[in-house]
């Protein structure tokens, strides 16, 4: 058994290709785009044989996992229920469709109560195919319908396809069952954590900032030899004061930037932008700021094209031999800086 769920942050069409193996799970995203994906798999228990009970205590199980999950994350659940849903859906037009295959049985009745419970829906039962390519078990004389996919009720617009595939058995006697999901996903604002501004004091250990700020500090103070007795109201104009001369910070927090595809043309654009802050700072003229403000537009030009040349250069070594080696030797770095491998 498998369950995906899934949470994207940015704009796209991402066409996400599930299929349920009885050994185990295969996904296939693709997508110019951050995918963040939970998947835990495991086989369920073979249930042929057991009692009731424990067929219901696997249900309530997994009821307490269905639970746990947020209910805005996409859930994708596939497994070898060893049951039939059967064909047609009179009474349970919410859950399935009409193409199961033959009849419902006690079994293919706890998957429907589950999708109830749990505002699923069984997939492979909505799409009209043949019956070649609805059958997930095949033995001998035996062909019927015990591999199921299931989906929230809510994404079930998002699959434009479910489906065996004929001649594909990996697995003995199953079939692989191929679920077609494209999601249509909106960027996610990003909560703004405001910091307190701070006034920029470093800025006195210049000669020229310090020598202002003591004139303006002297203005402000009535030009008075002897600081006033209320300490809290020289404080206040100190405060004040320092704010005026020296500045304040912005505020925003610094986010950590990836500089790994840098090249000497970025790193060179970056170094004279930041020269020309510099620059600003101790005079701050309008043609200063021009420059700057014209700096920060190129470098930010050279970015946007060097980032791009670099993701290409190492797609394109990805679907390499090397590529691969490359990709394990990623996982395993990125494992290490606690950083999850889908960040890339």
Sequence with gaps: MFMATVQLEVPANLVIQ???????????????????????????????GCELEEKEGF????????????????VVIGA??????????????????????KERNLEGQMV???????????????????????????????????????????NLKEISDCKVVVGESVARQHRMVVCRMTLMVCKMKRSKIE????????????????????????QALGSQVVLPDDWET????????????????????????ETWWWNEEVQDSIQRKRLAKKKWDMDSTEENRQEYKELQRRVKREVSKAKQKAYVELYTRLDTREGEKDLYRL??????????VQEL
Excluded at 21 to 34: F, K, N
Excluded at 60 to 72: A, F, K, R, Y
Excluded at 80 to 96: A, I, L, Q, R, Y
Excluded at 124 to 146: A, I, L, M, P
């Design 112 to 154: 429907v109560d589950f999708a109830k419970r749990m505002d699923m829906a069984v997939v492979n039962t909505y799409f009209q195919k043949r019956e070649e390519h609805r059958v997930t078990y095949k033995s001998g004389g035996r062909r019927t319908q015990v591999d199921y996919i299931l989906c929230r009720r809510g």
């Design 234 to 257: 020289t404080a206040e104009v100190i405060r004040e004061t320092g704010r005026k001369v020296l500045g304040v910070s912005s505020g925003r927090r610094k986010e950590d930037k």
């Design 195 to 218: 910091i307190e501004k701070k006034t920029k004091w470093w800025k006195l250990k210049k000669e020229e900032c310090c020598e202002e700020f003591r004139q303006k500090l002297r």
């Design 18 to 48: 599930a299929f349920y193996l009885p050994i185990g799970l295969g996904v296939i995203a693709r997508a110019e785009t951050h995918i963040d994906a939970k998947v835990a798999a495991e086989r369920p228990p073979d249930m042929r």
């Design 80 to 101: 070898d229920f060893n049951g039939h849903v059967g064909e047609g859906n009179t009474g349970d037009e919410e859950v399935m469709g009409k193409f199961g295959v």
């Design 331 to 340: 996982a395993r770095q990125r494992d290490r800086d606690g950083k999850a």
């Design 59 to 74: 249900w309530s199980e997994l009821d307490e996992v269905m639970e746990s999950i947020p209910t805005g994350e996409r």
